[in-house]
């Protein structure tokens, strides 16, 4: 077992003082010291922002990679060693702006890892910008008269896609963060948990709002229904529920025919291919 100071690092943070960032780090740390993992055995991977930064703050294997294109590093890093537990942490912008084409293929592959995404409606790190989730009217940086474009419904997008674990939790709320953070890295298959983080430096609301905004899913909510959790995570109205919105099992994973075919060791671990094999491969490719 690990404790919470087997995951920290000496690398001096630079968010701001007090913000809820801090809350989505203790929530995972939490989270690995509950699922009893090892730093060796996990892999964090991340773009460029604010929320890209928390990598930099766990003791842990980590790749810091170009803006919007984490997910696919991360992939290849999956694919490559299926013994590491893969986890992209990064912001909306990054996520859903720069690498929005990315998320949906992401989905459609279903690797086994997880996706967390620190979302607080604009560009934190360049001064406040537009985000793909900023509120209609919001006027920020670069729009004084205010956003004009409707927001993504990114849960939504996800569950029409049939990812297989969708969730929202709030920055606020860590044990129940924690406890997200444990359901969909031990879910078999795509985890995709969006987090609600307020930022208290270029934000047009305070902590309170949210905190009065906020409503954990009732108990009758059924995540294994996918038509109620499309309803769910459309429903009008300007409250935040958090909690799994949609869970079911049953996809082919990423890489899983190779997997049971050829081989589930990391790929290092695997002999060369011989020439034969290698001109078997060609040969084929020359008779399609």
Same mark, same amino acid.
């Given at each position: 077992m690990t404790r919470m100071d087997d995951w920290t690092t000496d690398v001096e943070i630079q968010w701001c003082p007090g913000c809820p960032n801090f809350g989505i780090l203790q929530a995972f740390k939490m989270a690995m010291v509950e699922l009893g993992k090892q730093p060796h055995e996990l892999c964090l991977v991340s773009g460029i922002g604010q929320a890209a930064k928390l990598p930099h703050y766990v003791? !842990?294997?980590?790749f810091n990679g170009l803006h919007g294109r984490a *997910? $696919?590093?991360? *992939?290849?890093?999956? !694919? !490559?060693? $299926? #013994? *590491?537990?893969? &986890?992209?942490?990064?912001? #909306?912008?990054?996520c859903y702006g720069e690498g929005g084409n990315h998320f949906i293929h992401t989905i459609r592959r279903n690797p086994n890892m997880t996706l967390v995404v620190h979302n607080n409606g604009h560009y934190a790190l360049t001064k406040g910008q537009a985000s793909p989730t900023t509120a209609i009217g919001q006027t920020r940086a670069i729009h004084l008269r205010g956003v004009e474009s409707a927001p993504l419904q990114t849960l939504a997008i996800a &569950?029409? =896609?049939?990812? +297989?674990?969708?969730?929202?939790?709030? !920055?606020g709320d860590i044990e129940h963060l924690k406890s997200l953070l444990v359901a969909g890295i031990r879910h078999e298959g795509f +985890?995709?948990?969006?987090? &609600? =983080?307020p930022c208290i430096t270029w934000g047009k609301r305070p902590l309170s709002w949210y905190r009065e905004k906020i409503d954990r899913l009732p108990s009758d909510h059924d995540p294994t229904d996918r038509r109620a959790a499309l309803e769910r995570a459309l429903e009008p109205g300007d409250r935040l529920p958090t909690g799994v919105f949609y869970r079911h099992s049953g996809r082919p994973l990423y890489a899983e025919r190779f997997r049971r075919e050829v081989s589930n060791q990391p790929l290092a671990a695997l002999p060369w291919p011989d020439r034969e094999r290698i001109a078997d491969y060609l040969a084929e490719f020359r008779r399609r």
């Open positions: 003791k !842990a294997n980590f *997910l $696919p590093a991360a *992939l290849a890093i999956h !694919a !490559a060693n $299926p #013994e *590491l537990t893969t &986890i992209v942490t990064t912001g #909306e912008g990054d &569950i029409a =896609q049939d990812c +297989s674990f969708v969730a929202r939790g709030f !920055a +985890s995709y948990i969006d987090v &609600i =983080q």
